[in-house]
């Protein structure tokens, strides 16, 4: 399965933004770009998925290289809210969906 | 109440004995998987499922088993619990597609095995 590397920590202010990258050198071409977020206590949730185009949706948005062995989830202004573990994971037609240790986002007030 | 719910939300046990934690979706997803979440080692997969009866090993299956005999229930079974399956369980479903579904997970399962 291919493997995605993250930066363990990050750190921000809130209302500025936020860019977290993610690496994935070995993605197929079939490997859609997905992210989820997990806050304190709770389950992980979905953020945003891509597979060549940047895309954008309520939460955030996604930026996407041209080679496509790396991604980057942009929260365009971080609120106490979005401090979270944030996980980059890649979806190709198999099941077997792995997740890794994520990225944690401390915001700073 | 629509939704995936997990139940117990919290379990402690002693070790040797059997103990199940239930998964249950009302959506109809075909896709359904257990994960478990440890200090230090992030979701890891213990168990999938692509439809009833079908299931198969994740990353960390030993001393877990599972069973899809409906397709909105998924339970988890540690046959004979030990220390080191303390851990807070998360339960997920997805839409079919593989390549966009979206992933739903529950409020987790948080399991102590003394």
């Known amino acids: 399965d291919a493997k995605t590397t993250q930066p363990n920590s990050m750190e921000s202010n809130e209302e500025e933004p936020v860019h977290l990258p993610c690496n994935h050198s070995?993605?197929?071409?079939?490997?859609?770009i997905h992210w989820y977020r997990q806050l304190p206590s709770q389950g992980p949730e979905y953020v945003i998925h891509?597979?060549?185009s940047n895309v954008n949706n309520r939460m955030a948005s996604l930026a996407i290289a041209e080679d496509r062995k790396s991604s980057t989830l942009i929260l365009h202004r971080a609120t106490l809210r979005d401090a979270a573990v944030y996980y980059c994971?890649?979806?190709?037609?198999?099941?077997?969906?792995?997740f890794g240790k994520g990225t944690k986002l401390t915001v700073n007030p | 109440d629509a939704g995936i719910t997990q139940s117990p939300r919290y379990k402690i046990t002693e070790t040797g004995r059997q103990v199940t934690l239930m998964c249950h979706q009302t959506?109809?997803?075909?896709?359904m998987f257990w994960y478990r979440q440890d200090l230090g080692h992030g979701l890891r997969l213990i168990y999938y499922?692509?439809?009833?009866?079908?299931?198969d090993k994740g990353e960390v299956p030993d001393g877990y088993v599972v069973s899809r005999s409906k397709t909105e229930n998924f339970p988890l079974t540690l046959e004979s619990a030990t220390r080191s399956q303390t851990s807070v369980y998360f339960c997920?479903?997805?839409?079919?597609?593989?390549?966009?579904?979206?992933?739903?997970f529950g409020e987790g399962s948080r399991l102590t095995v003394l």
């Open positions: 997920a479903s997805s839409e079919d597609s593989l390549n966009t579904g979206e992933l739903f």
């Open positions: 070995t993605i197929s071409g079939t490997d859609y």
């Open positions: 891509g597979l060549t």
């Open positions: 994971i890649l979806r190709g037609g198999s099941e077997k969906l792995v």
């Open positions: 959506w109809s997803h075909s896709y």
């Open positions: 499922s692509a439809a009833a009866d079908i299931t």
